[in-house]
C-alpha cells in the first residue's frame, strides 16, 4: 500500500530535502499553505489539503485540517478491522508519516510591537491536533516536529523500508514534549495578560541548553535548560568565547555573580565562591572595581567566579591573568583582554548582555513533591524609605557605603551581614544560624579595617548583641530592616557608642 506524509510547517529548515527525500522513497505528499508551495517550486509533486478533505479551506486558514479525512487517516489503528473498514467505508485514506511545526508564537510575542491580537492569530489548533493524533498513533504513525530528526527518520526507512517501533516511540515522546511546551508559552502569556497571579495550575517550560558531565557532585546527573522569554541578563543567555564547558557549579556561581552587579549603575565587579559573594567593588572604572573586589578578600577569590557590569580592558585582564579564576562574565572584552585571558586555556570567558531590559522573574523552586514560586528581589536602594533611628545622622560617606553594603547583602544565603568601607566589602558574614555569628565572621575577616566601616544586615536584630559586637569593631554606621520588638534595645546601644543607624523597613532573606 502507497504510503503518504502530511507535511505542514512554520520553520522551513531541511524540509525540502527531506521531502524530496520522502518522494524518492515512493511516499505520496500531501500539504497545505506556504508549505505546499515551497514544495511545488521544488519539484515535488503535492496533494493539496483541500484534494484529500473535499473542503474548501476557509476562515483566513483558521479552518482546513479539522476534517475527517485528515485525522481519520491518522488515528485509524491498522490491528483493527472496524477502523479499517470505517476507513475503507468512509473513502479515508491512511496517513503514515506527519510532519508539522508549528505557528511562531514565541517568536510573535517576543516583538516590541505585537499585539494581544497578534498573539492569538498565532495560537495553532489544525497542528497541535495533527501532531497529538500522530503521536497518539504511533504504532503506525511517525510524527517528526523536529527538524534533527529528519535525517535518522530518512536513514531507517533507506536501511529497513519503515521507521523502527522503538524510534515512532521517542518520536512520539518528543512531539508531545512539543506541544506541552507550546501550550506552555500560551499559558503563561494568557494568565499574564489577565493578571492571574496564583493559577491553579502551574505550567512552566524550558530548552535544553546543554547536558552537563554532572551534577553538584560527580554522581549526580544533571542538565542545564534554558526558558523562553526569560531575562537576557543571564547566564542562559550568556555567550561563551573561550574555556571549558560550564558545570553545574559554575552556572550557579555565575548566576549568583550576574544578580550582584546588576543592582549597580557605576562600575561593579562581583566576586563569588558556593554562591555567595567574597568580594565586591565599585569604583570609577572597571580596574578600580576589580581591585577593590579582590583586595576585599584576595584568599576566597581563588578558584571564583567574577562579573564586571564593564567592559574589561587590557590592565583588569593582566591583573585577572594573575590569579586562578573559573569564569569572567563581562559585557564584553577588548581585542587586547581577550588575547591575554585567552592565554589561559581553561578560564571560561562569558558575554552578557547588560543593555537588554530585565523583566522581573519568578522563580521556582523545586522541593520534594512539589515546587515554591516566588517573585524576583529586584527591591532596590532607591526603593526604600529610609529611616535615622539613632540620635546621629549618618554623614554622606557613610550613606554611600550602606547603599552599597545593602545592595550586596541581599545576595548573601542568611543570617547576612555585609561590612564596607571605601566602595568595597571589607567583611562577609554568611548562612550563620544566628545573626550575631555572621556579625562576628564579618568582623573577624575584616580585621582593623572594620574600624570606621559601616554594617549591613539582612533582617532586623533580634537582640543587641550584634551592634555591641559592631561597636567594639569600631563600625560606625549600621542599615538594618528594623522591626524586632527589641528594636530599642538595639537603637540604645547604637546611641550608646555613637553608632548612626538607619532603618529600611524591608528584608532580604536570601535562603
Not at 502530511?6 to 531541511?14: C, E, F, I, N, Q
Not at 544533571?222 to 557549579?249: D, M, V
Not at 578560564?347 to 513533591?369: C, H, M
Not at 575584616?446 to 551592634?467: H, I
Amino acid at each position: 500500500m502507497k504510503k503518504r506524509a502530511l507535511v505542514s510547517v512554520s520553520d522551513k529548515t531541511g524540509i525540502i530535502p527531506f521531502v524530496q527525500k520522502l518522494e524518492s522513497l515512493g511516499v505520496e505528499i500531501i500539504s497545505t499553505g506556504g508549505t505546499k508551495k515551497a514544495l511545488a517550486e521544488a519539484g515535488v509533486k503535492v496533494i493539496g489539503i483541500e484534494d484529500v478533505t473535499q473542503f474548501p479551506e476557509m476562515m483566513d486558514g483558521r479552518v482546513k485540517t479539522l476534517h475527517p479525512n485528515i485525522h481519520g487517516g491518522l488515528l485509524a489503528r491498522r490491528d483493527v478491522d472496524a477502523h479499517m473498514n470505517a476507513a475503507k467505508e468512509h473513502g479515508i485514506e491512511l496517513i503514515d508519516f506527519v510532519i508539522v511545526n508549528l505557528y511562531p508564537f514565541q517568536q510573535t510575542i517576543e516583538k516590541p510591537a505585537s499585539t494581544y491580537a497578534d498573539a492569538i492569530e498565532n495560537i495553532d489548533i489544525g497542528g497541535p491536533s495533527m501532531i497529538r493524533s500522530a503521536a497518539k498513533n504511533h504504532a503506525s504513525v511517525s510524527i517528526i516536529v523536529d527538524a534533527d530528526d529528519y535525517d535518522v527518520v530518512i536513514e531507517e526507512l533507506e536501511a529497513n523500508g519503515e521507521v523502527s517501533v522503538e524510534r515512532k516511540r521517542k518520536l512520539a515522546a518528543k512531539a508531545f514534549r512539543h506541544t506541552a511546551a507550546y501550550d506552555a508559552l500560551i499559558a503563561e502569556y494568557l494568565t499574564k495578560q489577565v493578571g492571574e497571579e496564583t493559577p491553579e495550575k502551574l505550567t512552566v517550560t524550558y530548552n535544553l541548553k546543554q547536558t552537563l558531565r554532572y551534577g553538584e557532585n560527580p554522581h549526580q546527573k544533571a542538565s542545564f535548560y534554558e526558558k523562553p522569554l526569560g531575562n537576557l541578563t543571564s547566564i542562559a543567555r550568556a555567550k561563551q568565547l573561550h574555556g571549558k564547558e560550564l558545570s553545574y557549579n559554575n552556572i550557579n556561581d555565575a548566576d549568583a555573580a550576574l544578580a550582584v552587579i546588576r543592582d549597580f549603575k557605576e562600575p561593579a565587579v562581583s566576586a563569588i565562591k558556593h554562591m555567595n559573594p567574597c568580594g565586591v567593588g565599585v569604583g570609577e572604572n572597571v580596574y578600580e572595581a576589580y581591585m577593590k573586589a579582590f583586595e576585599a578578600d584576595p584568599v576566597s577569590i581563588f578558584g571564583g567566579i567574577v562579573a564586571s557590569n564593564r567592559e574589561v580592558d587590557a590592565m583588569t585582564a593582566e591583573k585577572m591573568k594573575e590569579i586562578f579564576l573559573e569564569i569572567v562574565i563581562a559585557p564584553s572584552f577588548t581585542e587586547e583582554a581577550l588575547e591575554i585571558l585567552t592565554e589561559k586555556k581553561n578560564l571560561r570567558l562569558l558575554t552578557v548582555d547588560f543593555a537588554a531590559d530585565q523583566p522581573v522573574e519568578q522563580f521556582v523552586k523545586s522541593v520534594a513533591g512539589g515546587a515554591l514560586l516566588q517573585d524576583e528581589d529586584t527591591l532596590s536602594y532607591e526603593d526604600v524609605t529610609l529611616k535615622i533611628a539613632t540620635k546621629r545622622e549618618p554623614t554622606e560617606d557613610e550613606l554611600k557605603q550602606l547603599k552599597m553594603a545593602w545592595n550586596v547583602v541581599k545576595h548573601v544565603k542568611s543570617n547576612a551581614i555585609v561590612l564596607g568601607k571605601a566602595d568595597q566589602t571589607i567583611g562577609i558574614g554568611a548562612g550563620q544560624m544566628n545573626r550575631v555569628g555572621a556579625a562576628k565572621i564579618a568582623i573577624e575577616q575584616a580585621g582593623e579595617q572594620a574600624k570606621g566601616a559601616v554594617l549591613a544586615s539582612d533582617a532586623f536584630f533580634p537582640m543587641n548583641d550584634t551592634v555591641e559586637a559592631a561597636a567594639k569593631a569600631g563600625i560606625t554606621a549600621i542599615i538594618q530592616p528594623g522591626g524586632s520588638v527589641k528594636d530599642q534595645d538595639s537603637i540604645d546601644k547604637a546611641d550608646e557608642y555613637g553608632i548612626t543607624m538607619v532603618f529600611t523597613g524591608v528584608r532580604h532573606f536570601k535562603h
